[in-house]
């Protein structure tokens, strides 16, 4: 089983290389290695590639700068993801992208479904919406939905808060926006464990299509962090609660985006774990 795979360095793209398994290679491209504002260059890799699947890991995931650079953001989050998807339809090759709850305003009362309409209130919102369109529009193609992802690799929410825990006496955390985190180390597992049926299915199989992927459970992003700092015997800083206006951010966030999971449970019988065992856990390896 081969994969090749765009996004060499991100949380999700070394998380899937250390979930590689025996009789798994996984072939990662960097940036450098293939330009994701050149669409003919991504073409010509998926089709020069020995792989079984592609799979997206890359992305423009910078939201504030995503504002001020909105053909950057599109670029890589809309057109490359399209480009890839449809260097696979050539190839009948199945193809794995990452999107995110940034698709929705987050103006709800209830767990997003993947049927819920999106309405996405920033130009990274915009232009992953956009990706998951052009991804979509093509035979053998897998969306994912994530949010809030974390892990022990890489800056995620997880070792940026246990960090400025250790550096600050007061720190204060958004607690009025609300979410589902992901644990990007169970997600990589379940990628490289669920690439042989991708790779495998025909086009009408229903493992093919949009889902979302997270940990059980709703958070605040102050309860969330406090899950980690609390396993820090180190931490000397006290935790303040916030509100999201107060940081004057130049992209607007949504206010609450939850990820229902049970398609996804119903077709591939993946039973996430509740959010809030992911983050100790990874808490506790970066302690």
Same mark, same amino acid.
């Given at each position: 089983?081969?994969?090749? #795979?765009?996004?060499?360095?991100?949380?999700?793209?070394?998380?899937?290389?250390?979930?590689?398994?025996?009789?798994?290679?996984?072939?990662?491209? $960097? @940036?450098?290695?293939?330009?994701?504002?050149? &669409?003919?260059?991504?073409?010509? +890799?998926?089709?020069?590639?020995?792989?079984?699947?592609?799979?997206?890991?890359?992305?423009?995931?910078?939201?504030? /700068?995503?504002?001020?650079?909105?053909?950057?953001?599109?670029?890589?989050?809309?057109?490359?993801?399209?480009?890839?998807?449809?260097?696979?339809?050539? %190839?009948?090759?199945?193809?794995?992208?990452?999107?995110?709850?940034?698709?929705?305003?987050?103006?709800?009362?209830?767990?997003?479904?993947?049927?819920?309409?999106?309405? /996405?209130?920033?130009?990274?919102? @915009? $232009?992953?919406?956009?990706?998951?369109? +052009?991804?979509?529009?093509?035979?053998? +193609?897998?969306?994912? %939905?994530?949010?809030?992802?974390?892990?022990?690799?890489?800056?995620?929410?997880? $070792? =940026?808060?246990?960090?400025?825990? %250790?550096?600050?006496?007061?720190?204060?955390?958004?607690?009025?926006?609300?979410?589902?985190?992901?644990?990007?180390?169970?997600?990589?597992?379940?990628?490289?464990?669920?690439? &042989?049926?991708?790779?495998?299915?025909?086009?009408?199989?229903?493992?093919?299509?949009? =889902?979302?992927?997270?940990?059980?459970?709703?958070? $605040?992003?102050?309860?969330?962090?406090?899950?980690?700092?609390?396993?820090?015997?180190?931490?000397?800083?006290?935790?303040?609660?916030?509100? #999201? !206006?107060?940081? !004057?951010?130049?992209?607007?966030?949504? &206010?609450?985006?939850?990820?229902?999971?049970?398609?996804? #449970? !119903?077709? =591939?019988? =993946?039973? /996430?774990?509740?959010?809030?065992?992911?983050?100790? %856990?990874?808490?506790?390896?970066?302690?």
């Amino acid at each position: 089983m081969k994969i090749l #795979q765009f996004g060499k360095t991100g949380q999700v793209a070394t998380a899937v290389q250390a979930a590689a398994r025996e009789g798994v290679e996984v072939i990662a491209l $960097s @940036r450098a290695d293939c330009d994701l504002e050149n &669409p003919e260059g991504i073409r010509a +890799a998926i089709l020069a590639a020995d792989c079984d699947l592609v799979l997206n890991t890359a992305a423009f995931t910078h939201v504030d /700068p995503a504002e001020a650079r909105p053909d950057e953001a599109f670029a890589v989050n809309a057109t490359a993801p399209g480009a890839m998807a449809k260097a696979c339809a050539e %190839r009948g090759l199945p193809f794995v992208h990452l999107s995110t709850d940034a698709v929705f305003d987050g103006l709800t009362d209830h767990a997003y479904v993947e049927t819920d309409e999106a309405k /996405p209130i920033n130009v990274y919102g @915009r $232009s992953k919406r956009a990706g998951e369109q +052009a991804v979509l529009a093509h035979p053998k +193609a897998v969306v994912l %939905r994530i949010s809030w992802v974390f892990s022990r690799y890489g800056r995620s929410y997880v $070792s =940026f808060m246990l960090k400025l825990a %250790r550096e600050r006496e007061v720190l204060k955390v958004v607690a009025d926006q609300f979410g589902t985190p992901t644990d990007g180390e169970a997600l990589a597992d379940f990628l490289v464990s669920t690439a &042989p049926r991708w790779a495998a299915a025909s086009a009408d199989d229903p493992v093919f299509g949009l =889902f979302h992927f997270a940990n059980a459970g709703e958070t $605040s992003r102050f309860a969330f962090a406090k899950a980690a700092i609390d396993r820090d015997p180190q931490t000397k800083a006290r935790l303040e609660p916030t509100t #999201q !206006a107060a940081f !004057a951010e130049p992209a607007p966030r949504p &206010p609450r985006t939850p990820l229902d999971t049970s398609k996804l #449970q !119903a077709v =591939f019988g =993946f039973t /996430p774990e509740p959010w809030r065992v992911a983050v100790e %856990r990874t808490a506790d390896r970066l302690v």
